[in-house]
Nanobody, 118 residues
Framework: QVQLLESGGGLAQAEASLRLSCTASIRTFSMHAMGWFRQAPGKERELVAT???????SYADPVKGRFTISRDNAKNMVYLQMNSLKPEDTAVYYC????????????WGQGTQVTVSS
């Protein structure tokens, strides 16, 4: 069965950096678009960044210039490099996968907590 597992979350000071990793147990990983989402307490889940099977990337406005999404198809992994962290980045971060041709992200990880202190 498809499984996504996030790691790398934790507590960081403002302006510090963290790198989140997601390991995907997916048979055809390279054919999936991957995304990072986050959900802060009391708020809706929001898109953070996406990377397509052809490595086209997109970012939500609040993280543009600070976060970078990448993937390593040989390792079935996707990463989110987070620089210049802000307290507003505090949230549970989720890794998600969408098969080429699918309309939505159908596979999700359990989430990893990121807490940024001021």
């Amino acid at each position: 069965q498809v499984q996504l597992l996030e790691s790398g979350g934790g507590l960081a000071q403002a302006e510090a950096s963290l790198r989140l990793s997601c390991t995907a147990s997916i048979r055809t990983f390279s054919m999936h678009a991957m995304g990072w989402f986050r959900q802060a307490p009391g708020k809706e889940r929001e898109l953070v960044a996406t990377i397509s099977s052809s490595r086209i990337t997109s970012y939500a406005d609040p993280v543009k210039g600070r976060f970078t999404i990448s993937r390593d198809n040989a390792k079935n992994m996707v990463y989110l490099q987070m620089n210049s962290l802000k307290p507003e980045d505090t949230a549970v971060y989720y890794c998600a996968a969408r098969m080429y041709g699918s309309r939505s992200y159908e596979y999700w990880g359990q989430g990893t907590q990121v807490t940024v202190s001021s």
